[in-house]
Nanobody, 114 residues
Framework: VQLQASGGGLVQPGESLRLSCAAS????????MGWYRQAPGKQRELVAR???????NYGDSVKGRFTISRDNAKNTVYLQMNSLKPEDTAVYYC?????????WGQGTQVTVSS
């Protein structure tokens, strides 16, 4: 499974971005799929994920601002990020869990700065 993340960039506080993660195969069978992020000097943390069956989890710091969604026809997962803050600055990684194996995308940089 290959994951191609895109959509990162430099934005000002309060602005929005949408990240996309395109998978190389159907996402119907994935146990989990979502986004993690890692800021310099910090551990990788959960941003948002969809668990098979439709359960959605968000990291506490992004609840109410970020929304994860999926388009099965396009084998793509999205992360809509609104009201961005400087502390959202990080490399964002797409992740899937398929048949007990973890797959990671290459990461896309998000920088929030005035």
């Amino acid at each position: 499974v290959q994951l191609q993340a895109s959509g990162g960039g430099l934005v000002q506080p309060g602005e929005s971005l949408r990240l996309s993660c395109a998978a190389s195969r159907s996402i119907d069978s994935y146990s989990r799929m979502g986004w993690y992020r890692q800021a310099p000097g910090k551990q990788r943390e959960l941003v948002a994920r969809i668990i098979r069956g439709g359960i959605v989890n968000y990291g506490d710091s992004v609840k109410g601002r970020f929304t994860i969604s999926r388009d099965n026809a396009k084998n793509t997962v999205y992360l809509q990020m609104n009201s961005l803050k400087p502390e959202d600055t990080a490399v964002y990684y797409c992740h899937v869990l398929l048949y007990y194996v973890d797959y990671w995308g290459q990461g896309t940089q998000v920088t929030v700065s005035s």
